[in-house]
């Protein structure tokens, strides 16, 4: 849950999420729906689908349990190599690193040398060999939370930094080797279909994105004989998106869909700036 999500954001979904799962057979039995719908809200549903394929594999294994071993691990569904790390090492003591992004960057200037970080195959291997064999779960931790904490991308804290006395890097970063792509904006068209109070959802996106939700129809085109009732603007991966939300009686007829009444639209698993659009509709300001 906490990849690309703030754990502040993460902490009410996670006890929900144990609330209704409690462990890997529950979700493993639960069925796709369920699942997406106590996801609702922290996007970036692949993780989802991942923890829920995940927990079906754990289930055909011999032991119905997560293996310790990191390369064992790696034949899981969703789990990578920081995954497989942060899990046998802080679940399992297991001396394996967990290499993410704040490690990196902690490495990068620890070990930069006249203001050149080392490549970040260099700085992998490097983290593989610092890590104790005793609490290497906490050592883990430790350095992400340095990176995530103290050692910021732009400001680094580095007079509060428990290793400023060592690190060359220290109120002096090294030069930014790449620079980050600018997200790109995309213009779309979100039509509300509304008939009484039902809504008209569809599993259909120009973009596939969202797969297996329930999706308001977007279009490329503004729809004619359609009132304009405004705008939203979301992020979705590198795209900055700015959506014109349109009301009309009338599915469009080369999408395929089904009514929803207000009950099973409740229910419903949207994604939050879907959402967001069908609050735009007065009736609907609590959906
Ligand atoms: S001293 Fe500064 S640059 Fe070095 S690791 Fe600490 S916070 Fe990062």
């Given at each position: 849950?906490?990849?690309?999500?703030?754990?502040?954001?993460?902490?009410?979904?996670?006890?929900?999420?144990?609330?209704?799962?409690?462990?890997?057979?529950?979700?493993?039995?639960?069925?796709?729906?369920?699942?997406?719908?106590?996801?609702?809200?922290?996007?970036?549903?692949?993780?989802?689908?991942?923890?829920?394929?995940?927990?079906?594999?754990?289930?055909?294994?011999?032991?119905?349990?997560?293996?310790?071993?990191?390369?064992?691990?790696?034949?899981?569904?969703?789990?990578?190599?920081?995954?497989?790390?942060?899990?046998?090492?802080?679940?399992?003591?297991?001396?394996?690193?967990?290499?993410?992004?704040?490690?990196?960057?902690v490495?990068?200037r620890?070990?930069?040398?006249?203001?050149?970080?080392?490549?970040?195959?260099?700085?992998?291997?490097?983290?593989?060999?610092?890590?104790?064999?005793?609490?290497?779960?906490?050592?883990?931790?430790?350095?992400?939370?340095l990176?995530?904490l103290v050692c910021l991308?732009k400001n680094p804290l580095c007079s509060h930094c428990p290793l400023r006395s060592v690190c060359p890097s220290r109120n002096k970063l090294?030069?930014?080797?790449?620079?980050?792509?600018?997200?790109?904006?995309?213009?779309?068209?979100?039509?509300?279909?509304?008939?009484?109070?039902?809504?008209?959802?569809?599993?259909?996106?120009?973009?596939?994105?969202?797969?297996?939700?329930?999706?308001?129809?977007?279009?490329?085109?503004?729809?004619?004989?359609?009132?304009?009732?405004?705008?939203?603007?979301?992020?979705?991966?590198?795209?900055?998106?700015?959506?014109?939300?349109?009301?009309?009686?009338?599915?469009?007829?080369?999408?395929?869909?089904?009514?929803?009444?207000?009950?099973?639209?409740?229910?419903?698993?949207?994604?939050?700036?879907?959402?967001?659009?069908?609050?735009?509709?007065?009736?609907?300001?609590?959906?």
């Amino acid at each position: 849950m906490c990849q690309q999500t703030r754990i502040t954001t993460v902490i009410p979904y996670y006890h929900r999420w144990l609330r209704r799962f409690p462990s890997w057979s529950a979700l493993a039995r639960a069925p796709q729906a369920a699942v997406l719908r106590h996801w609702e809200g922290l996007g970036y549903y692949r993780r989802a689908r991942f923890l829920h394929a995940l927990a079906k594999a754990v289930q055909r294994l011999p032991q119905r349990q997560l293996p310790s071993d990191p390369q064992k691990l790696r034949f899981l569904p969703g789990i990578g190599h920081y995954t497989a790390g942060a899990i046998s090492s802080i679940a399992f003591a297991i001396p394996s690193p967990a290499f993410d992004g704040n490690v990196a960057r902690v490495l990068g200037r620890l070990l930069a040398h006249h203001r050149r970080s080392p490549n970040l195959k260099k700085l992998q291997e490097f983290a593989s060999t610092i890590v104790p064999k005793r609490n290497p779960g906490i050592h883990n931790q430790a350095l992400m939370e340095l990176g995530a904490l103290v050692c910021l991308p732009k400001n680094p804290l580095c007079s509060h930094c428990p290793l400023r006395s060592v690190c060359p890097s220290r109120n002096k970063l090294p030069r930014p080797t790449t620079s980050r792509p600018k997200p790109t904006t995309l213009q779309e068209n979100l039509l509300i279909v509304q008939h009484g109070k039902s809504v008209w959802l569809t599993r259909q996106h120009p973009a596939n994105r969202w797969r297996s939700l329930s999706l308001l129809p977007t279009l490329s085109a503004k729809p004619k004989k359609a009132l304009p009732i405004g705008k939203i603007l979301y992020a979705y991966t590198r795209y900055h998106i700015s959506a014109d939300v349109f009301l009309s009686p009338y599915p469009p007829k080369d999408i395929i869909g089904r009514w929803f009444n207000p009950s099973a639209l409740r229910q419903a698993t949207l994604p939050s700036p879907h959402r967001r659009a069908l609050s735009l509709l007065p009736q609907n300001r609590n959906l």
